[in-house]
């Protein structure tokens, strides 16, 4: 049976219990209160007695760590599985982040866990850099670069907290690299011409007409457009009014002459809350992303000749063999995003200020940070008046 006694010169308790081995051992428990020092010494001598069984798992040696931390410390030990405190992490984002954010932060815990299997179960702080190594290798097989590299960013995010909350002796995911794109996979997107855009539009819906208008004299994104109802529409004032899903950022964009002109063609409804582009609407509260909007629009490309079509099983990554080797494919140059630069070069290339493009895009420019600039409307509705009409 564990004991203490003291030694001379020391203010502390020592434990006397039998090791695994069964010799006698002693050991400081650096307490001085003789209650605490005596439950230290017992969960010792438990340990010991379950180590000499072969009975010392993985379990029962951190139930004896978090017994003897509550001894000393009046208070359980700080503890979850990484699958409880990943998904509990990740529902708590809903509070405090985008919509956007939240169905990024949940996808790549979701993925982070699946990709553990049973290691799920344990305790999150013997999640080690190999588990974030094979997690983004798999990302990258299904995915991108790109795609790889931000998922290890959200998970440094994720598992940050643990470390932050005090349940982990560090962040493995921090230790993580991003990877490194090759020279011959590194392709920049580009802004499209007139001619690649007339075209698009001309195998387009009367929906897909209308959203890639929208993008084109508003730059903004595709997930932000398809999220468009009625209500952000002021048409008295020839303005369009809404809130960004990736930067919440409130914006305010004059509705220029040709963009005008097909919104008149549309047909409205009496409800407010009624999406300007149903069918993409309803993708876009489905999803957790655009992927499939995204899709969709590759496909528009594909009929205007502005890309080879893919395999529909393998729209994310298409792989082919050279030399014995898998090669992934190159990203396209031009996708819907491509509108946003194109909005940007011409607004430019018409003299506008960096200061006006950036407002109108959505991006915070270093001319406006530097000298807190409000756009006003009229600056920026002239700024528009010099996009060329497309339709």
């Known amino acids: ?48 007695k379950l180590a000499s069984e072969k009975r010392l798992g993985e379990a029962q040696a951190r139930r004896v760590l978090s017994d003897i931390y509550e001894i000393t410390n009046n208070e359980p030990l700080p503890s979850a599985t990484a699958r409880d405190f990943l998904t509990s992490w990740a529902e708590r984002r809903k509070l405090d982040t985008s919509k956007r954010t939240y169905d990024a932060y949940k996808q790549v815990t979701r993925d982070f866990v699946a990709s553990l299997g049973t290691r799920a179960e344990r305790d999150i ?29 959200y998970l440094r995010v994720a598992l940050g907290a643990a470390y932050k909350d005090g349940i982990t002796q560090d962040n493995p995911a921090a230790k993580v690299d991003a990877i490194r794109r090759r020279d011959d996979e590194r392709r920049q997107r580009r802004p499209f011409t007139l001619g690649e855009l007339k075209a698009i539009l001309a195998n387009a819906s009367a ?7 929208f993008g084109f ?9 398809a999220a468009l109802t009625w209500q952000n529409l002021d048409l008295e004032r020839e303005v369009i009014r809404f809130v960004t899903s990736k930067t919440g950022r409130q914006m ?17 409804s009496d409800e407010p809350g009624a999406p300007l582009f149903p069918g993409a609407h309803a993708i876009a509260i489905r999803e957790s992303n655009s992927s499939q909007l995204s899709q969709q629009f590759y496909e ?30 190159m990203v396209n140059q031009i996708s819907f995003h491509s509108l946003r630069h194109t909005a940007t070069s011409l607004l430019k290339n018409a003299g506008v200020s960096e200061a006006v493009a950036m407002d109108i895009i959505g991006h915070d420019s270093a001319a406006i940070s530097r000298h807190y600039t409000h756009i006003e409307n009229k600056a920026k509705r ?6 060329p009409s497309i339709v």
Not at 207 to 213: N, Y
Not at 217 to 225: E, P
Not at 314 to 322: C, I, P, S, Y
């Open 1 to 48: 049976m564990a004991s203490l006694r003291k030694k001379l010169r020391s203010p502390f308790w020592f434990a006397c219990f039998n090791d695994a081995d069964g010799s006698r051992t002693q050991r400081s428990t650096k307490q001085s209160d003789r209650r605490k020092a005596l439950g230290i010494a017992t969960q010792w001598e438990r340990a010991a």
């Open 125 to 153: 702080s013997q999640i080690n850099k190999a588990d974030v190594v094979k997690y983004r290798d798999e990302v990258l097989v299904r995915t991108s670069v790109a795609t790889a590299n931000k998922s290890l960013k």
């Open 217 to 225: 004299y508003t730059g903004q994104r595709l997930s932000d457009l």
């Open 382 to 387: 002239k700024a528009l008046a010099k996009l």
């Open 207 to 213: 929906e897909w007409r209308g959203i890639i208008l």
């Open 300 to 329: 528009l490309l594909v009929a205007a000749g502005l890309a080879k079509a893919r395999p529909r099983d393998k729209q994310r990554m298409d792989e082919t063999v050279e030399n014995g080797l898998s090669r992934r494919r």
């Open 252 to 268: 305010e964009i004059p509705i220029t002459g040709p963009l005008l002109a097909h919104i008149e063609t549309m047909s409205s």
